[in-house]
């Protein structure tokens, strides 16, 4: 059975659904339901983590090995919600795929990384006062960045971003707090992840 390391943020972890609506957790049933052995995922994640908390946590988590068959990364809502620079998160997103890598033994092949979806379509964005349209560009452009380093890496990457701003504004894709996806959006998400994945665990 191949072991399942889930690294990210409050979108990994699932902020306001019940553990079985997290993404990971519905992608690993998905994945059993078509035969693949592989186990409930570890999710190192917190709401809140920018890529550098990321890296202090896995730290933290050492030693995890090398042998996880399958590992996703979605990092980076927060360095842009801060405001952080796009060149801090290119040189810490750098890193943090490299490790990915390393976790499942080098093989580039057996990591998946999911872009940054777009907050600012939120009904949370829009009672702040905040910019979608700022929001939007500073999204895209950090995602630019992310998909740039898994090209070079050789790293799947699944574009998740439409979907998000398609449904973001609708009820009953958010969590209580407007912000946060409900299960649903999540179910789209792995729908969208699940044609990767199975290419991840078919990899040699």
């Not at 186990?39 to 988590?61: F, N, S």
């Not at 990915?100 to 006062?129: E, M, N, Q």
């Not at 740039?148 to 449904?167: E, L, N, Q």
Request: proline share 5%.
């Amino acid at each position: 059975m191949k072991q399942f390391l889930a690294l990210g943020d409050s979108y990994t972890i699932g902020e306001g659904v019940a553990e079985h609506g997290r993404w990971p957790v519905q992608l690993a049933e998905a994945l059993r339901r078509e035969g693949f052995a592989i186990g409930d995922p570890r999710i190192i994640a917190t709401t809140g983590w920018t890529t550098g908390e990321l890296a202090t946590a896995i730290d933290a988590a050492e030693p995890l090995g090398n042998d996880w068959g399958f590992v996703t990364l979605l990092i980076g809502v927060n360095n842009q919600y801060r405001g952080l620079g796009l060149d801090d998160y290119r040189d810490e997103f750098r890193p943090l795929l490299d490790r990915a890598i390393a976790c499942a033994g080098g093989r580039a092949s057996r990591v998946l990384v999911l872009s940054i979806p777009d907050w600012g379509v939120t009904p949370f964005a829009t009672g702040a006062g905040r910019d979608p349209q700022a929001i939007a560009a500073g999204i895209d452009a950090f995602n630019a960045v992310a998909h740039a380093i898994c090209d070079a890496r050789g790293v799947r990457y699944v574009d998740i971003t439409p979907v998000s701003r398609r449904h973001g504004r609708e009820e009953a894709m958010l969590s209580e707090d407007a912000l946060h996806p409900s299960a649903a959006m999540y179910g789209l998400w792995t729908g969208l992840a699940l044609p990767a994945a199975r290419e991840c665990l078919r990899a040699e």
